[in-house]
C-alpha cells in the first residue's frame, strides 16, 4: 500500500477524537495538505499570495482524502458529522451525497441537476412500458376467458312494446315473438352468402374476425358522440346482432363486442358464423333473418331467392329505412318511395358488379338483373289493423326520430310508449269517414269514377300541440300508405291564409322602393284591403311590371269557373271577401305583392315542414301546389286557434323501459304571429264557414273557422277548420293503392260520388263536420278573440259591391232579395241563408261554377255548388306541371 494511504498514527490517550482534533497539524504522509484543505476559514479562499480554492467538487474532495492521509476526510472542527463539506466551505455550499442505499426507482434521478435530474432515464421508461404491456396482455387474457361465445337461439325471441292512449289504457302490446325462421346455411342460396361477402366483408373466410381500423373509427366516434356504426366484419356485426342483453353504444360494450368478435373468430368456423349472422341481422318490415325477409319481400322461401333478389336484401342490411321500395316518410320524410327505389337499385348494382369482380358471378348471370326485383307490398300484423296500425307507425316513427331508441332496439321490445291518440275521438273520425264513403262511393256502380278513393285526416288540440285522432286509410293491413301523413297530395286553397297572414305581419312592399329586401319599405295590410277579382289577370310585381316566366311570356291568371268576381270594370274585392269566396286572382297578386318568400316563412312558421313546399318562385305558390301533410296542416291552422301561439304536432308524450322513464315529451311554444295577426287571419276564416264556400262546416252554437281547398284537374280537395279547442285538416283524392302500377299518378274525380265535380266543400267538409259535433260533444261552446285592428286599407278606392259581373248571373256572391233567373231552381242545403248551389242540390243549373283553376283552387264559391261536366272546364284533363305555364292552366294566356 502507497505510504499516502495509510492512516496516520493515533495519539496516545487522545483516541479517535484527539487524532481528528490533531488533524489539523502537518500531516504524516509524504505530501503536506494542499492549503485551504485544513479546513481553516481564513483559508477558504485564500489570502495574499495564497492559491486559489480547488475548481471543481471532485477536486476538492480529492484534495480533502489526501490530506486525511486515508478514504475518510476529517470533519471540520467542532462538527459531529463523518464527513466536512469539501474544501471547509462550509454546509449548504453543495448537494448532500446520496444514501449508500440504492432505490428501485430512480426518480427523480440522484446523480443529476436541473431539468435532467426530472428526466426519466432509458431503463425507467422500458421498464414501464413492459409493466403496462403487461398488465394489458394479463388483462386481455382475462376478458377472452370471461367472454362466452353467444348463442343465437336466445335472440330468437322478444319483449312486447306496448302503446297506451292518451288516459293511459292500453291500446296494443306488440312485438312479442320475433319475426325469424333460422334455416341451416344449405338454404342459403350461395348467392346471398356471395352478395353479402362482396358488399359487406370480401376478407371475410380470410380475416381474424375484427377491422382494427374500423374498431378506433368507431371508438373515436363514441368519444366526440357520433355514430358507432361502420367499419365493421360480418364477425363483428354477427356478435353485434346476438348480444341481445347489451345493445348500449358504450366504449364498455364495444370493447366486450371485440373480445367476444375475437373469440368467435377463433373458435367458430367461417360458415357457422355466416349462418348465424344471415339469421340474426333486420331486413326490415320486421323481418329479422333471411327467411322471414324472404318472406316479407319476395312471399318466397329463402332458398328460392335469385341473385337479383339477394342483392336486393343485402342492400337492405345498410338499413330498411333508406332501402325498401315501399318508402318509409313516417321515420324520415326523405326516404320517398321513388327515393328509396333510386338507393336500393343503385346498391343493388353495385353489389352485382361486386360479386362478378370477385369472382363470384359470371357476367352472363349479372346481365339477368338490371332492374330492382318486383317488391310485394309490407304486411301488417293482425292486431294492427283498422287505424291502429296507423297509430302504431306514427308513434314508432316518433319514436325513432327524436332518437329515443334506434328502430332496431324498439324492435327488440321492452319499451311502454304512450301516446297524445284519444280513443273516442279516433273512433269518430274512422265513422264520419266511413259514413260519406258508404253513403256516396260505389266502385261498382262507378268503377270509372269511384275506384281509388282515398281520405285523409287529423285532428290536434291547439293548446299543446298533442295530436288527437287521425285517419290513415281503409285498413292498416290493407292500405299501408297513412293518408294523414304525407301523401303528395296539393292543398289548394287552404294555403291561402298564409298569404293573409304574412301581408298582416310584413306588409307589402313599396313599389317605388328598392328591390332589396333589406331596403324594403312595406305597408301592413288590413283585412279591407282591395284587389281584383277579375278573371284573365295579369299578374304583375310589386313594382307593377307583368310578370313572365322562364320563356318570357305574359301569364293571366284565371278564376275558378273563368269568372270575375267584383263590381266592372274594375272588379275590385276586399280580401275578406276574396277568402270567403276564394277568388284566386286577389291572393296571387297578394302574394306577389307581400314577397313569395314572406308567403313561404309565414307558412313554415305557422307549422309547415319547409321541404313540403313547392313551387315557391312561381305565382302559382299562393294558391297552394305544395303538399303539406294533414297532421301538419291542422297544426299549423292551431297556430291561428290559439292567437299565433305555434307548436309542432306530437303524438308520443312518455317512453319508458326497464330503465325507468328515458323520454318526456317538452311542448315548445313559440309566438309565430302576433296576435293582433292570427285573431285576423281567424276572423276572416270565419266568414268562409259563415257565409262563404265552406257553409257545410257549421256547427250550431260554435264558433269556427276554415278554409275549402280544391286542386287542379279537380284531383285532390280539403277541408281545415278548427275551433279554440281542435283544429282538423280532412283530404281528399284518387290514387292508385296497388304497386305493380307503374307511373302512378293522382286521377281527376270529375263525377266521383255522383259529383259532377269533388270540391273541399263537398264531401271534405261534410265529414269535418261530422266529426267535429261528436269529438266535442260535452265541451262547452268558446269564442275565438275579438281581432284588434290592424294595418292599412291598401288599393284605397270606393268600396265596390261585391256583385259578380254579368258572366256570374248564374251565381250570386252575396244575399239577394229575390234570386236571379237562373237561380230559380236552388234550394239551400243549409238552414242557413246561402248565396250559392249547395253540394246536394242535384238540379241546381250552375254549369259555369264548378271549374277550379290549375293551380289546385276554387274560387268564385265552386266549393259550395256541384261541379260541371269534364267538358265545362277547360283545365279538366289537364295534368299539373306545378308551375302555372301550361296552356288553360294555372295562367292562361291570350292563346288558350
Same mark, same amino acid.
Given at each position: 500500500m502507497s505510504e499516502h494511504r495509510r492512516k496516520p498514527p493515533q495519539p496516545q490517550g487522545g483516541g479517535r477524537a484527539a487524532a481528528r482534533r490533531g488533524q489539523s497539524g502537518s500531516s504524516s504522509g509524504r505530501r503536506a495538505a494542499p492549503r485551504g484543505a485544513t479546513g481553516s476559514p481564513s483559508g477558504s479562499y485564500g489570502q495574499d499570495g495564497e492559491e486559489r480554492p480547488y475548481g471543481s467538487r471532485a477536486e476538492a474532495r480529492r484534495a480533502a482524502q489526501r490530506s486525511g492521509g486515508g478514504r475518510r476526510r476529517a470533519a471540520e472542527p467542532g462538527r459531529g458529522g463523518r464527513r466536512a463539506a469539501p474544501g471547509g466551505a462550509g454546509p449548504g455550499r453543495g448537494r448532500a451525497a446520496a444514501s449508500g442505499k440504492k432505490r428501485l426507482i430512480d426518480y427523480p434521478r440522484h446523480d443529476k441537476d436541473g431539468w435532467r435530474r426530472w428526466m426519466p432515464s432509458w431503463k425507467l421508461v422500458a421498464g414501464l412500458c413492459i409493466g403496462f404491456f403487461g398488465a394489458g396482455v394479463a388483462a386481455a387474457g382475462l376478458a377472452y376467458a370471461m367472454v362466452q361465445v353467444p348463442d343465437l337461439a336466445k335472440t330468437a325471441t322478444a319483449q312486447n312494446n306496448v302503446y297506451y292512449w292518451a288516459d293511459g289504457s292500453q291500446m296494443v302490446a306488440t312485438g312479442g315473438e320475433r319475426n325469424r325462421q333460422i334455416v341451416s346455411l344449405p338454404q342459403i342460396p350461395e348467392a346471398m352468402r356471395n352478395a353479402v361477402i362482396s358488399q359487406e366483408n370480401k376478407t371475410f373466410y380470410s380475416d381474424s374476425g375484427i377491422d382494427p381500423k374500423g374498431i378506433a373509427r368507431a371508438v373515436f366516434n363514441m368519444a366526440k358522440g357520433g355514430d358507432t356504426q361502420g367499419g365493421s366484419t360480418i364477425t363483428q356485426q354477427y356478435v353485434k346482432n346476438a348480444m341481445l342483453n347489451d345493445q348500449s353504444q358504450t366504449i364498455s360494450r364495444k370493447v366486450k363486442e371485440i373480445f367476444v368478435s375475437i373469440k368467435v373468430g377463433a373458435e367458430e368456423p367461417k360458415d357457422t358464423i355466416l349462418e348465424g349472422y344471415l339469421n340474426s341481422a333486420y331486413y326490415g318490415r320486421g323481418a329479422y333473418g333471411i327467411q322471414a325477409a324472404a318472406r316479407a319481400y319476395f312471399n318466397v322461401d329463402a332458398v328460392d331467392l335469385n341473385p337479383g333478389q339477394c342483392a336486393f336484401l343485402a342492400a337492405t342490411l345498410k338499413g330498411a329505412t333508406y332501402y325498401d321500395p315501399a318508402g318509409a316518410t313516417a321515420i324520415d320524410p326523405a326516404a320517398t318511395p321513388e327515393a328509396n327505389r333510386g338507393r336500393a337499385q343503385r346498391q343493388m348494382q353495385d353489389t352485382l358488379d361486386k360479386m362478378v369482380e370477385y369472382g363470384h358471378l359470371s357476367q352472363e348471370e349479372r346481365a339477368k338483373y338490371p332492374d330492382l326485383p318486383e317488391v310485394k307490398n309490407p304486411q301488417s300484423n293482425s292486431q294492427l289493423g283498422g287505424q291502429i296500425g296507423y297509430l302504431v307507425r306514427l308513434a314508432k316513427s316518433s319514436v325513432v326520430k327524436n332518437g329515443v331508441v334506434t328502430e332496431q332496439q324498439l324492435e327488440k321490445g321492452g319499451y311502454s310508449i304512450y301516446t297524445t291518440f284519444d280513443k273516442k275521438k279516433v273512433e269518430d273520425l274512422e265513422k264520419a269517414v266511413q259514413k260519406v264513403y258508404k253513403e256516396n262511393i260505389d266502385p261498382e256502380k262507378?268503377?270509372?269514377?269511384?275506384?281509388?278513393?282515398?281520405?285523409?285526416?287529423?285532428?290536434?288540440?291547439?293548446?299543446?300541440?298533442?295530436?288527437?285522432?287521425?285517419?290513415?286509410?281503409?285498413?292498416?293491413?290493407?292500405?299501408?300508405?297513412?293518408?294523414?301523413?304525407?301523401?303528395?297530395?296539393?292543398?289548394?286553397?287552404? #294555403?291561402?291564409?298564409?298569404?293573409?297572414?304574412?301581408?298582416?305581419?310584413?306588409?307589402?312592399?313599396?313599389?317605388?322602393?328598392?328591390?332589396?329586401?333589406?331596403?324594403?319599405?312595406?305597408?301592413?295590410?288590413?283585412?279591407?284591403?282591395?284587389?281584383?277579382?277579375?278573371?284573365? #289577370?295579369?299578374?304583375?310585381?310589386?313594382?307593377?311590371?307583368?310578370?313572365?316566366?322562364?320563356?318570357?311570356?305574359?301569364?293571366?291568371?284565371?278564376?275558378?269557373?273563368?269568372?270575375? /268576381?267584383?263590381?266592372?270594370?274594375?272588379?275590385?274585392?276586399?280580401?275578406?271577401?276574396?277568402?270567403?269566396?276564394?277568388?284566386?286572382?286577389?291572393?296571387?297578386?297578394?302574394?306577389?305583392? /307581400?314577397?313569395?318568400?314572406?308567403?313561404?316563412?309565414?307558412? /313554415?312558421?305557422?307549422?309547415?315542414?319547409?321541404?313540403?313546399?313547392?313551387?315557391?318562385?312561381?305565382?302559382? @305558390?299562393?294558391?297552394?301546389?305544395?303538399?303539406?301533410?294533414?297532421?301538419?296542416?291542422?297544426?299549423?291552422?292551431?297556430?291561428?286557434?290559439?292567437?299565433?301561439?305555434?307548436?309542432?304536432? @306530437?303524438? /308520443?308524450?312518455?317512453?319508458?323501459?326497464?330503465?325507468?322513464?328515458?323520454?318526456?315529451?317538452?311542448?315548445?311554444?313559440?309566438?309565430? #304571429?302576433?296576435?293582433?295577426?292570427?285573431?285576423?287571419?281567424?276572423?276572416?276564416?270565419?266568414?268562409?264557414?259563415?257565409?262563404?264556400?265552406?257553409?257545410?262546416?257549421?256547427?250550431?252554437?260554435?264558433?269556427?273557422?276554415?278554409?275549402?281547398?280544391?286542386?287542379?284537374?279537380?284531383?285532390?280537395?280539403?277541408?281545415?277548420?278548427?275551433?279554440?279547442?281542435?283544429?282538423?285538416?280532412?283530404?281528399? #283524392?284518387?290514387?292508385?293503392?296497388?304497386?305493380?302500377?307503374?307511373?302512378?299518378?293522382?286521377?281527376?274525380?270529375?263525377?266521383?260520388?255522383?259529383?259532377?265535380?269533388?270540391?273541399?266543400?263537398?264531401?271534405?267538409?261534410?265529414?269535418?263536420?261530422?266529426?267535429?259535433?261528436?269529438?266535442?260533444?260535452?265541451?262547452?261552446?268558446?269564442?275565438?278573440?275579438?281581432?284588434?285592428?290592424?294595418?292599412?286599407?291598401?288599393?284605397?278606392?270606393?268600396?265596390?259591391?261585391?256583385?259578380?259581373?254579368?258572366?256570374?248571373?248564374?251565381?250570386?256572391?252575396?244575399?239577394?232579395?229575390?234570386?236571379?233567373?237562373?237561380?230559380?231552381?236552388?234550394?239551400?242545403?243549409?238552414p242557413s241563408p246561402s248565396d250559392t248551389c249547395g253540394v246536394w242540390d242535384w238540379n241546381c243549373d250552375n254549369g259555369n261554377n264548378g271549374g277550379n283553376d290549375s293551380a289546385g283552387n276554387d274560387s268564385g264559391g265552386s266549393e259550395t255548388s256541384p261541379s260541371p261536366s269534364p267538358s265545362s272546364s277547360p283545365t279538366g284533363g289537364e295534368e299539373d306541371d306545378s308551375r302555372g305555364n301550361q296552356n288553360g292552366g294555372l295562367f292562361a294566356g291570350p292563346n288558350g
Open positions: 262507378r268503377p270509372e269514377k269511384d275506384t281509388h278513393v282515398q281520405f285523409g285526416g287529423a285532428s290536434v288540440d291547439p293548446e299543446t300541440g298533442a295530436i288527437r285522432a287521425i285517419y290513415g286509410g281503409e285498413d292498416a293491413t290493407k292500405h299501408f300508405t297513412n293518408n294523414a301523413d304525407v301523401t303528395g297530395a296539393q292543398v289548394g286553397s287552404t #294555403f291561402k291564409p298564409y298569404v293573409l297572414a304574412a301581408a298582416m305581419k310584413w306588409g307589402v312592399r313599396d313599389p317605388e322602393g328598392p328591390p332589396t329586401q333589406a331596403q324594403d319599405e312595406r305597408t301592413v295590410v288590413s283585412p279591407r284591403s282591395l284587389y281584383s277579382g277579375e278573371n284573365d #289577370f295579369k299578374v304583375k310585381e310589386y313594382d307593377g311590371t307583368v310578370w313572365k316566366n322562364e320563356k318570357g311570356e305574359q301569364w293571366l291568371q284565371e278564376n275558378d269557373g273563368e269568372l270575375s /268576381v267584383g263590381e266592372a270594370p274594375d272588379y275590385m274585392i276586399d280580401l275578406r271577401e276574396a277568402m270567403r269566396e276564394s277568388v284566386n286572382s286577389a291572393y296571387v297578386q297578394l302574394g306577389m305583392d /307581400v314577397g313569395l318568400d314572406k308567403v313561404e316563412e309565414a307558412a /313554415v312558421d305557422s307549422g309547415l315542414l319547409k321541404d313540403s313546399l313547392a313551387g315557391t318562385s312561381y305565382p302559382s @305558390f299562393s294558391l297552394g301546389i305544395s303538399d303539406p301533410s294533414a297532421i301538419r296542416m291542422a297544426g299549423s291552422y292551431a297556430t291561428f286557434a290559439d292567437s299565433g301561439k305555434q307548436r309542432d304536432p @306530437f303524438s /308520443v308524450t312518455k317512453v319508458t323501459s326497464k330503465d325507468g322513464t328515458i323520454y318526456t315529451h317538452k311542448v315548445e311554444t313559440k309566438q309565430a #304571429f302576433t296576435a293582433q295577426v292570427a285573431d285576423n287571419v281567424t276572423d276572416v276564416l270565419k266568414t268562409v264557414v259563415e257565409d262563404g264556400t265552406g257553409t257545410n262546416a257549421q256547427l250550431p252554437g260554435r264558433e269556427v273557422a276554415g278554409k275549402t281547398g280544391t286542386t287542379d284537374g279537380n284531383k285532390s280537395a280539403w277541408f281545415v277548420g278548427y275551433t279554440p279547442q281542435l283544429s282538423t285538416a280532412i283530404s281528399m #283524392f284518387r290514387y292508385p293503392d296497388d304497386e305493380t302500377i307503374k307511373n302512378r299518378t293522382f286521377l281527376e274525380m270529375y263525377g266521383t260520388g255522383g259529383q259532377k265535380q269533388i270540391h273541399g266543400a263537398s264531401f271534405p267538409s261534410i265529414i269535418w263536420k261530422d266529426y267535429m259535433e261528436d269529438a266535442l260533444k260535452g265541451t262547452k261552446p268558446l269564442k275565438f278573440p275579438k281581432p284588434e285592428p290592424i294595418g292599412e286599407v291598401v288599393n284605397d278606392a270606393p268600396p265596390p259591391s261585391p256583385t259578380p259581373s254579368p258572366s256570374q248571373s248564374e251565381e250570386e256572391t252575396s244575399p239577394s232579395p229575390s234570386p236571379s233567373p237562373s237561380q230559380s231552381e236552388t234550394t239551400s242545403p243549409s
